[in-house]
């Protein structure tokens, strides 16, 4: 058990090696001192290179790097040749059975990433090692990351505990453990690893595994970006412009943002190019903010290409031009970026840095519309009704601009109403002749004359008649004898004017 214990030993890198890699030797006096100097820096060189740990170092300090700027997704040749070196580094030393490289390794296989030497295409192989293996390698790696770190924690090693924590905190080969995560976490940052640190800082300004404390956030960022992490920076930056466990500042973000963006950050430099492009914290520079969100645009952030197509469309004193426009749009389109999509179909659409074509409008619009971007569901409504690009449907132009208006877009409601007004006169009048015709040949409706009972129509009668004799009676000038006999009689005679009883 003592041997196999020795034997990880040995696998152990030195914490050291790292530090001693950075170190620059102090400038000698003497001639024959700088050139013994030289001889030596050479010669340690070569023995890093040349042991397990100083390969290991390398490779890892690449993977650091990339972990840092997760949102990174273009990269130079150099960068191309550096990380593919790395990963083949690191499948190696795994061959050998040098534990620390597995976890690094299952990071690179589960990541996706699709690394291959510059100027070799994808189809094409390489020696060793490849990032188009089986994915199905991540699994192995996995488990053997975390049994490794598992078995060797009592080492003090921060970088090992830091791969521990990552293991619990994402479920690597374990069932997920936030508590575990925080304590190996809380062990590394207080060794001074730098990943530790910026991570803890993560975990307590989300509240995952303790509760949210932005001041504490804020500490263990700032001990992070004292060793100069750019991600750290980012983040504290970040803070600072919120004024979430420091106080609001901008100067302060700004400064933080632009130290973190000259590391390559792409985060930062997203941020610091929207404190230009709205003067917070700075001078208002339109210049500066594209100079800015190219940076990020190049490493592929299509955020940061999205809103680098807008500023060429709308500030032509860049001279950057309305091309320019479409080329950031169609690099976030084809990303997925909804919103890039819009603006490319809307384009396309007035043929403005593009042939018009309104197919093509229609394409990107409805690559927009189907991922819920309110405006691109507007403007697919609206080459449906006006048949642009492809064929008049109002009942899908009435779909897509319901959609929108559901999501409170003034505009598209009007043009549902509109819409919806229009399609019930058009059905009106579509069935307007065969209501004509209906009505033209309908039959005569008979009409029902309601006669009254016999009994009460005879009674009628006899007021009547009574009414007549009245009536001559009083012209003739015998009213009162007549109507005294009447009252006496049943019915009389008045045809002679005469009366009598019968």
């Known amino acids: 058990m003592r041997g196999a214990c020795m034997s990880e030993r040995e696998k152990l890198p030195s914490w050291s090696v790292l530090q001693q890699a950075d170190m620059s030797l102090r400038e000698p006096d003497s001639l024959i001192a700088r050139g013994l100097s030289a001889f030596l820096e050479r010669k340690r060189n070569e023995l890093a290179l040349n042991s397990q740990d100083g390969r290991y170092r390398l490779a890892r300090s690449v993977f650091d790097r990339q972990v840092c700027n997760i949102r990174k997704k273009g990269w130079t040749e150099e960068e191309r040749d550096a990380l593919f070196s790395a990963f083949k580094s690191l499948g190696r030393m795994a061959a050998e059975k040098y534990g620390k490289a ?76 936030v508590e575990q995560s925080m304590h190996w976490l809380k062990k590394s940052a207080e060794y001074g690893h730098e990943l530790a640190q910026n991570q803890l800082g993560r975990m307590y300004e989300t509240g995952r595994g303790s509760e949210r404390d932005d001041a504490q956030a804020a500490y263990w960022y700032g001990r992070a970006a004292e060793q100069g992490n750019a991600w750290a920076l980012a983040e504290l930056g970040a803070m ?46 339109y210049e ?36 320019q426009a479409v080329f950031w749009y169609r690099k976030a389109a084809e990303q997925g970026h909804s919103g890039s999509q819009k603006q490319l179909g809307k384009m396309y659409r007035d043929g403005r840095g593009v042939a018009r074509d309104d197919a093509q409008a229609v ?18 409504g609206v080459m449906y009704r006006e048949g642009c690009g492809v064929g008049r449907d109002d009942a899908l132009a009435l779909y897509w601009l319901h959609k929108a208006a559901e999501q409170g877009l003034e505009l598209a409601r009007e043009q549902v ?86």
């Not at 933080?256 to 963006?261: I, L, M, P, T, V």
């Not at 807008?310 to 309305?322: A, I, S």
């Open 102 to 177: 597995y976890f690094p390794l299952a990071w690179f296989y589960n990541s996706g990433w699709r690394i291959l030497p510059a100027g070799q295409d994808a189809m094409g192989e390489s020696e060793g090692f490849s990032l188009l293996s089986d994915l199905g390698q991540t699994e192995r790696y996995e488990q053997l990351a975390f049994e490794w770190c598992a078995r060797n924690k009592h080492i003090e090693d921060p970088e090992l505990w830091f791969d521990l924590a990552a293991c619990y905190l994402r479920g690597i080969a374990v069932e997920p453990d």
């Open 240 to 285: 600072h412009l919120k004024g979430r466990g420091v106080e609001q500042n901008y100067e302060q973000a700004v400064n933080r943002f632009r130290k973190a963006a000259e590391r390559g950050n792409v985060a930062a430099q997203c941020f610091l190019a929207w404190l230009y492009r709205d003067g917070r914290g700075v001078a208002q520079s």
């Open 417 to 502: 109403q509109s819409l919806q007004g229009g399609m019930r006169t058009q059905l009106e009048e579509q069935a307007a002749p065969d209501v004509l015709q209906a009505e033209l040949f309908a039959p005569t409706p008979v009409r029902v004359r309601r006669f009254p009972p016999i009994r009460r129509m005879r009674a009628n009668g006899r007021k009547q008649v009574v009414a007549d004799a009245r009536q001559r009676l009083t012209r003739t000038g015998r009213r009162s004898d007549q109507l005294r006999r009447s009252k006496r009689g049943n019915v009389r005679s008045v045809r002679s004017g005469r009366g009598g009883n019968r």
């Open 363 to 380: 394409y990107w619009f409805r690559k927009s519309a189907l991922q819920g971007n309110d405006w691109g569901q507007y403007y697919l």
């Open 288 to 323: 500066k903010s594209a100079f800015w969100f190219r940076k990020a645009a190049e490493q592929g952030d299509e955020l940061a290409q999205y809103f680098l197509g807008g500023l060429c469309e709308e500030h032509p004193e860049l001279g950057l031009g309305e091309e």
